[in-house]
């Protein structure tokens, strides 16, 4: 998953080997997959969708 390109302000915790969680830069979670069915694309979306939902509340 290392590879995987998110939006800015977000990252991938990896500690655990069964999951990848993921949260945004001041630590807040966002969401959580497991390592051996999540997708590049699905991480990306998640963050995405995040993303624009918070945005939503601040305007």
Known sequence: MRET???KHYYLDES????VV???EDGTFVAA???SG???EGITEA???DYEAL???SA
């Open 47 to 49: 963050a995405r969708e």
């Open 22 to 24: 993921l949260l945004r």
């Open 5 to 7: 390109e998110l939006p």
């Open 16 to 19: 655990d080997p069964d999951i």
């Open 38 to 40: 999540a997708t590049k």
């Open 55 to 57: 945005m939503g509340r």
């Open 33 to 35: 997959f497991s390592s």
